[in-house]
């Protein structure tokens, strides 16, 4: 019978059972989404509205050019393509995790909830060492007619428009919303991922002591699920705004 | 053995197929389209790079990079979320408040832009006088 069918045959709305054949919990999970989709969009729309009020902002590839141990090598976006790849493919073992739970195997959920929880610690490795980067990097820059050494902050970066100084093209101090920016958002997200990280590692905990088999379904799996790839759904938006568009 | 059903309210369980193929087919689409962005992204950066940068050409790129942001977001939402299989009125439910970002983005960007092109004409323009107007507002405001 297919579920078109069986949807057009219930009354919905008419009582005593859910008018969105799902669960209390996971349609609140889901509405809670929604809230903190406004939250971040609000704070990725307020990071638009200051970047189009400058006449001059940073250069993502000129910022975000480094990768672990390669050094002081040029490598624009290579990086960030790894972090996001690294939580498309978390995603993906969530999406199996909740799917062996459909299935009632225990040691399946286990496994990929395994397999998940180890792509979100790689993925805030990955984040702890971009912020490491910057704020330890030495740029130079020309601050009141001399040469300084700056890194990125919240207070100040080095990325303004580029001048002639003693013959030689130098930075001056960039707009300095863009660290503001920058830290707070993925800062936001990167919490998220820790707390997504945390919360997975409690299902897995319980999967592991057969809560979920006693009980007779895995749809807590579910519904960690949906946070997980809302964690991940962000992380393509930051990753749009901050380092293609 | 399948899941039983979660609580009371629900009344039937969704259908749940055996094979695996739909979530790695969407893997494979999420990864092409990441490629894709990271391919235009590569030529934003070149077309920076070099001598007169098209603003146009980039703007181009980055709308198209747009598209395929929006198309990861639906494949992510639709097939791992799993919102495209639910009760219409739930998908419905979520979708039709996210069209309030359409109105969000375009009013904030053109509010900033349109900072940006204040300032440009009103910076350094001397600030007008306000000595005469005072003390009529002054005794305006000891009246109310």
Known sequence: MSTAAVQQENKWWSGGKSPFNASYGKVMMWYFLMSDAFTFGAFLISYGTIRFSQNHWVDPNHVFNSF??????????AFVSLMTF??????????????EGHKMNKAGVEKFMLWTILGGICFLGCQAWEWTHLLTAQHEVLVDGKIELWNTTVAHNPFGPEVMFNGKVVATPGPIAFGSYFFEITGFHGFHVFSGIIINIVMYIKAKMNHFEQRGHYEMIEKAGLYWHFVDLVWVFVFLCFYLI | MSSSLSSSEISFQPEHSD????IWKTFWILSALT???????LFIYNIH??????????????????????AKAYYIVAVFMHLGSEIRNLIMTILVPLFLFIWFIIAF???GNS???????????NAVQTEQSTPAAKEKGAKD
């Open chain 2, 49 to 70: 790079k070099g001598e007169n940068p098209n603003a146009t050409l980039v703007l181009a790129f980055k709308g198209m990079v747009c598209i395929l942001t929006l």
């Open chain 2, 115 to 125: 900072w940006k092109n204040l300032r440009n004409r009103y910076n350094g323009v």
């Open chain 1, 68 to 77: 672990p141990f390669a050094g002081h090598a040029n490598l624009p976006l």
């Open chain 2, 35 to 41: 490629i894709g962005e990271l391919i235009i992204g």
């Open chain 2, 19 to 22: 094979s695996t193929k739909p």
């Open chain 1, 86 to 99: 690294i939580l498309i493919a978390s995603s993906v073992t969530m999406v199996l995790a909740v799917h």
């Open chain 2, 109 to 111: 960007l053109w509010d």
